[in-house]
């Protein structure tokens, strides 16, 4: 079944204690990307990948940080979280890196509570 | 700043009745327009999308409008369900981007008997 999964879905930790959120595609797509989701705040990109070792900044980067060795993974890392960093958290991909018809590609999410 | 103002934040419709989500945008190179739809515990999924050079598109019950001399774009769902309640985001394409989309703030939508 072609999926985004993403790991852990519920985490609850402490601010400063550095942790990562797995994301893997089955889909053999280039572009992944995360997102964070927050009330009237909509989805909004953190960073994004177009292939293997190619990482880019989206609107929200700050604080995180990431890294595609792989091209079905694409981990979120958050070195120091802070309680602003309190969200949930979509990774995305998709088979298209040029023009055309976009389809992404969501996992189920991952909800994080920094206190 | 938000570049696609989405509108209403959320919506109560009855089964049978119309519902109806607008989206606006300011900038001109955005040259693709998906709706996603997202149901509680589960992440976005495409439902309908529209190029600007047509200016509507039907899926179904699903149909996109599209004007672009306002820089607006609808949603309208025809004979509402309860299995339509989600959240709705409208989304937009910078030209030359790939798959780098620029999301609304959502509509929740509420569909009721």
């Known amino acids: 079944e072609a999926q985004v999964t993403q790991n852990p879905r519920y985490l609850i930790t402490v601010t400063g204690k550095k942790l990562t959120v797995t994301c893997s595609q089955n889909?053999?797509?280039?572009?992944m990307s995360w997102y964070r989701q927050d009330p009237g705040l909509g989805l909004r990109q953190i960073y994004y990948s177009m292939n293997v070792e190619v990482t880019d900044k989206g609107d929200v980067p700050e604080g995180y940080k990431v890294s595609r060795k792989e091209k079905r993974n694409f981990p979120l890392i958050l070195e120091s979280p802070s309680p602003n960093q309190t969200s949930l958290y979509f990774c995305?991909?998709?088979?298209?890196?040029?023009?055309?018809?976009?389809?992404?590609?969501f996992g189920e999410g991952s909800r994080l509570t920094v206190l | 700043q938000q570049q696609v103002k989405q509108s209403p934040q959320s919506l109560i419709v009855q089964k049978g009745g119309i519902s109806i989500i607008n989206c606006a945008y300011e900038?001109?190179?955005?040259?693709?327009f998906p709706w996603y739809q997202q149901f509680p515990g589960k992440g976005p999924a495409l439902l309908i999308a529209?190029?600007?050079?047509?200016s509507e598109k039907k899926e179904g019950r699903f149909t996109i409008s599209f004007n672009k001399s306002a820089k607006q774009f609808s949603l309208h769902i025809m004979d509402s369900q309860p299995g339509d309640s989600a959240t709705y985001f409208c989304?937009?394409?910078?030209?030359?981007?790939?798959?780098?989309?620029?999301f609304g703030t959502g509509t929740r939508l509420q569909v009721t008997l």
């Open positions: 995305a991909s998709s088979n298209k890196t040029g023009t055309g018809v976009v389809e992404l590609f």
């Open positions: 989304a937009a394409r910078k030209s030359g981007t790939a798959s780098k989309l620029t």
């Open positions: 900038n001109t190179a955005f040259d693709y």
């Open positions: 529209i190029r600007p050079d047509v």
């Open positions: 889909m053999n797509h280039e572009y």
